[in-house]
């Protein structure tokens, strides 16, 4: 009866792994490696929206400040106060897990689309903030910082306003610094790797079940003693941190970040990306990511060729979401996939419509 | 025998409607109990209040003594009250043994940490899990299909597929809302075997349904509504010749004719 039978997971890793590792073999100019690594830190963000967007059924229209908040830790902590980049990590992490908890505990009790609109809102604040933060500096702290002969962003962080900041150092283990192109590559997609793995447990896990189930039926899910509030913060929260991660990964290997990055468009953004690559659909975080990136790419290079379409990119991405929508409303990944599977249903169950067991079996598939 | 259940003085209003009104009855442990009554007359609004997904405007609902009426739907599950819908409400998006194993959440203990990790033994609950899963599928007949999308089987393995997923709470009260429309003949004669098999494995049943010979046949005591009241309740033989039940039965058949 039971065979060895390797997970989707298992086969998805190692089939990963290896284009992961083969793909620089490929690139002539190393150059063209920095896009295929923005695609592994967009693909962390579209995981974790991938799973509030598909599981928990919310949408989060101010992911971008996730994002931000976890560049800007990385680099205030590193650029200001020292700190290493591994704790400097961590510690953007956890405070956009802090901040999403404070966020999407009062929209996440209710019924609707709360969420989207508090983001919405959220991502706003965040923008200003990273813009004017400089002129929030308190006199006093000015002060302190002009008696002790030290800089002011010593007492009291600074954002650096639209200019951002400078100058974030790399990753590094030991001696070895993550300085080359091909280096951040392989850095950022292992990340990437491991969130996409670790996301993966989650679905196929009891949590996974409950918030597919919530997805399902909201009613029914809550009468088999599914606390649904709770499980839609908890998967809030680990979007944020996952925002947060790759927005920390983000500075520390652009080694400059400023508000720009982190503005609405790059919210919307992420959430074409979760369209495209499929809701409720893990690995196709990595397509829609690596969709969105190329093509906003190539729109540059047409940009930079034809300056008349430079503005174009917002108005492609606006029309590619509402296509996927009215015609692959499952994303790309779900589509293709399960017309695979009608196709190679179609074939194998056609001639034995009259033996149920043997259907099943294919169903099972 | 011991009273599980408590109705007091139950009233819901929706926008000045009253769908029930001042329904006071209680369910003893291990009987069969049901309730009936005309179209509209608040039984699936009642049943939708025991399991917490309805707030009650006022009221309450006590279960061994302790007040539920103000909890959470989860947190009823977790007492030991389980249901079914009237409109099959599945877990489309998932196979017939997955759907199950929600069931078995509250019996499962795996947070969102340990899962990413896959730490403490994770791997060996969700086999655990799942064989509790296949179990709760043999008692209803499902166990050749669990690997099935829910959504292709047919209506009535679907209604069963429920009562498999609400039975793996372990529920100690089982809410079932209409479980016999929509079946076969065959089918109900099957639903009611595997009723009384769910009764004496020590679960008490409370039933809503339109099926009144299905109704009359397994029950011990019947609670009828209508408009909102309750106008009858006790064993099938009384309710059967009570006066107002005749007369807002009869009142349907005549408005249908």
Redesign the interface.
């Given at each position: 009866m039971t065979r060895f039978r390797p997970s989707l997971t298992m086969i998805s890793a190692v089939v990963g792994i290896l284009l992961v590792t083969i793909v620089p073999c490929f690139v002539k100019n190393s150059y063209a490696l920095v896009p295929l690594t923005f695609i592994a830190i967009f693909t962390i963000v579209v995981i974790g929206l991938n799973l509030l967007m598909g599981y928990a059924g919310q949408v989060s229209l101010g992911h971008a400040a996730f994002f931000a908040i976890g560049a800007y830790t990385s680099g205030i902590l590193t650029t200001q106060y020292g700190f290493s980049p591994w704790l400097a990590m961590p510690a953007g992490m956890v405070l956009a897990g802090l901040v999403a908890f404070l966020v999407g505990m009062p929209c996440l009790r209710l019924h609707g689309h709360y969420l989207a609109m508090a983001t919405l809102g959220f991502g706003m604040i965040i923008y200003i903030l990273l813009m004017q933060w400089p002129d929030f500096t308190p006199m006093p702290f000015e002060r302190l910082g002009a008696l002790l002969h030290i800089p002011a962003s010593l007492v009291w962080p600074t954002t650096g306003g639209a200019s951002g900041l400078v100058d974030i150092p790399e990753l590094a283990v030991g001696p070895f610094v993550f300085h080359e192109n091909i280096q951040k590559f392989y850095l950022t997609w292992a990340f990437a790797i491991l969130a996409l793995l670790?996301?993966a447990?989650?679905v196929?896990?009891?949590?996974?079940?409950?918030l597919?189930?919530v997805?399902?039926?909201e009613?029914?899910?809550?009468?088999?003693?599914?606390?649904?509030a709770a499980y839609k913060i908890?998967v809030f929260v680990?979007s944020a941190v996952l925002a947060a991660l790759a927005g920390s990964l983000y500075a520390h290997v652009v080694n400059f970040v400023s508000p720009p990055t982190f503005n609405f468009i790059r919210s919307v953004d992420f959430v074409v990306m979760v369209v495209i690559g499929g809701m409720?659909s893990i690995w196709g975080a990595v397509l829609g990511a690596g969709t969105i990136v190329l093509l906003g790419n190539w729109l540059q290079d047409v940009g930079a060729k034809y300056p008349r379409f430079a503005e174009f990119d917002l108005i492609i991405h606006s029309a590619i979401l509402i296509l996927v929508m009215i015609f692959m409303p499952a994303g790309i990944v779900c589509t293709v996939r399960d017309a695979v599977l009608r196709w190679l249903r179609g074939r194998t169950a056609a001639p034995t419509q009259t033996a149920p067991?043997h259907v099943?079996e294919v169903?099972?598939k | 025998m011991t009273t599980l259940l408590d109705v007091k003085n139950l009233t819901r209003a929706f926008d000045g409607l009253i769908a029930v009104s001042d329904v006071s009855f209680s369910i003893t442990g291990g009987q069969i109990k049901a309730l009936i009554g005309p179209n509209g007359a608040g039984k699936s609004t009642l049943l939708n209040m025991v399991?917490?997904?309805l707030p009650p405007t006022s009221g309450l609902i006590a279960y061994q003594g302790r007040v539920i009426s103000n909890r959470?739907?989860?947190r009823?599950?977790?007492y030991g009250i389980?249901?079914t819908?009237q409109n099959v409400?599945?877990?489309?998006?998932?196979?017939v043994a997955?759907n199950v194993?929600?069931?078995r959440?509250?019996r499962?203990?795996?947070?969102?940490f340990s899962?990413?990790?896959?730490l403490f033994g994770?791997a060996a609950?969700?086999r655990r899990?799942r064989e509790d899963a296949l179990r709760f599928l043999e008692r209803v007949g499902l166990h050749?299909?669990a690997?099935?999308?829910a959504s292709?089987l047919p209506f009535g393995r679907q209604r069963l597929l429920e009562i498999a997923?609400?039975l793996?709470?372990e529920p100690r009260l089982l809410l079932l809302d209409e479980a016999a429309s929509g079946l076969s003949t065959r089918e109900k004669r099957d639903l009611v075997s595997l009723i009384y098999a769910i009764r004496d494995a020590g679960v008490t049943i409370f039933m809503v349904d339109h099926d009144m010979d299905l109704v009359m046949s397994i029950s011990d005591e019947v609670v009828v509504l209508d408009h909102g009241e309750k106008i009858a309740e006790g064993t099938p033989t009384d309710v059967q010749h009570d006066e107002r039940v005749i007369a807002a039965y009869l009142g349907e058949e005549a408005a249908h004719a």
């Open positions: 670790l996301c447990n989650i196929n896990s009891r949590v996974g079940r409950a597919r189930a997805h399902g039926s009613a029914a899910a809550a009468t088999l003693g599914v606390n649904i908890q680990l409720a067991a099943e169903a099972t | 399991s917490g997904t959470p739907p989860h009823i599950a977790g389980a249901r819908f409400e599945l877990f489309m998006n998932m196979t997955e194993m929600v069931g959440h509250l499962s203990r795996g947070m969102l899962a990413m990790f896959r994770t609950e969700e899990v050749d299909q690997d099935t999308p292709e997923r609400a793996a709470t």
